[in-house]
Structures are given as C-alpha cells and as structure tokens.
C-alpha cells in the first residue's frame, strides 16, 4: 500500500496477544500507524505502549467485534485521531473444543459471535468507509481447519469456514470499490495459549508435530510476514484468495 508522508493506518483486531499483537509489531516496523482492538482493556493498552516506546503511534480501544456499537465507535474515533484506514486485518476469535454433543447453543453462539459476526461486523463498517475513498485491504484470519475437518471443533471448524466464503464473496463485491480481500489460514501457531494448552496436557505436542510435514509449529512472527506481503502492492493483483501457512498440514493426506 502507498504510504503517506505520517505513515498508513491500520486496524488490527485481537491484537493484545497472539498474531494479532505479532501483526502490530510487524507493521510498526514497516511505517504503519495502528489503532488496536481488543476485549482484553489490559493487555491492549500494554501492546500500544510498547509500541508508541518504539515510536511507532498506536491508539487502544476496548470492545468485543461482536459488539456493533463498539464496533463503530471505535473505527470513528480512529480515523478521527489517525486518518483514514487503510488496512484491517480481523484477528480477533476464540477457540472451540468439545464434543458436539456436549456443545450447548451458547457455546456455539459465542464462537459464531466473535469468528464469524465479527468478522463481517468489522468488515461491512470499514470496508463502508474504504468503498468511499476507493481504496483499502481486508485480511482475515482463518484456519486450516476452515479447509480440512476436525473432530470436537464443529464451531470452530464452521466458523472458519465461514469466514473463507465471507471474504471470497466480500473479495468479488467489492473489487470494484478497490477494495481487496483475503484470508490467511494458519495451523498451529506457537503463541502464549497454546504454550498454556501443552504445559496442562490439553494438547499433545508430538503428534502434532509429527503430523505436521515441516515438524514445527509456526511463529506469529511467520504469519505477520505473510500479512505484510498481501498487505503490499506486491500483492496488488491477489484477491479474493485463501492462502494456508500450516507447514504442509493440509497437503498431507496420510495420519
């Protein structure tokens, strides 16, 4: 994206932990000014403050995706204090892992609240204020299990489904608007939860990685690169796309 003389403006969302805050720091350091959202008051105002001592301008704001109000009153007021936005990259989601038929309808409601309502909230209300200027990137956060099947993560898997076909339909409905959309769909990610999950015995580690085809998880940094590419005018012709970053995860057909 062509920057400005202060630098473009992004939004991140989910960005107090995780790819999220693994994003923020990648595109502080690219000359992006950032305004971040997150449920979690504590821990956004502990990433823009690291941020801005890195002298990167970076504005926190406290509210659920699913919340339209909030929503909204958040986009305004960052483009009133930082500018137009230029980039929004949909972070924010939860995890879902239980037997479906142990998942109750709140259970199911809430990760269709934040994956999937979120992600279309923060588009639509964005994306309005991108089609009027005729220009902008959406990059959404997806999983490889939006592609292949799980078991126990009927929400999970449904949602990130979901939000594949949302961003190809948002893609081709607004390319006219010189908006593009695309979505990322990582595997397993090496962040703070899911360190969590293998300290309690909630995730068995080497049969992960044995089913993965590079042996690893990836880093948030990783994610964060792809995100800055498709970000890029060297991405100017891609849209419309979900690109997998699972280290060959979905590719491999055998268990």
């Given amino acids: 994206m062509t920057s400005s003389s202060k630098g473009p403006v992004a939004l991140i969302t989910g960005a107090g932990s995780g790819i999220g805050l693994a994003c923020a720091r990648r595109f502080a350091a690219a000359g992006y000014r950032l305004a971040l959202l997150d449920i979690d008051p504590k821990a956004v105002e502990a990433a823009c403050a690291a941020l801005r001592d890195s002298g990167t301008e970076a504005l926190p704001f406290v509210g659920s995706v699913a919340d339209e109000t909030a929503v909204e009153s958040a986009v305004d007021a960052a483009e009133q204090d930082l500018g ?62 939006g592609t292949v099947a799980a078991p126990r993560r009927a929400g999970y898997c449904g949602t990130k489904a979901g939000v594949d076909m949302l961003g190809r339909v948002l893609a081709i409905e607004w390319a006219e608007h010189g908006i593009r959309v695309n979505t990322i769909a990582p595997g397993y990610v090496r962040t703070p939860f899911v360190d969590d999950l293998i300290a309690e015995g909630r995730m068995d580690e080497p049969a992960l990685l044995g089913r993965t085809p590079l042996k690893r998880m990836a880093a948030p940094e990783e994610i964060a690169d792809l995100a800055i590419f498709l970000a890029s005018d060297a991405a100017a012709f891609i849209t419309g796309q979900t690109i997998g970053i699972d280290g060959g995860w979905t590719a491999y057909g055998y268990v």
């Fill in 84 to 145: 137009p936005i230029e980039l929004l990259i949909n972070s924010a989601g939860v995890a879902s892992n239980k037997p479906t038929f142990e998942l109750s309808l709140a259970d199911w409601e809430r990760v269709v609240s934040i994956n999937l309502t979120g992600t279309f909230l923060v588009s639509r209300i964005v994306g309005a204020k991108m089609a009027a200027r005729s220009r902008g990137v959406i990059l959404n956060l997806g999983s490889m299990f």
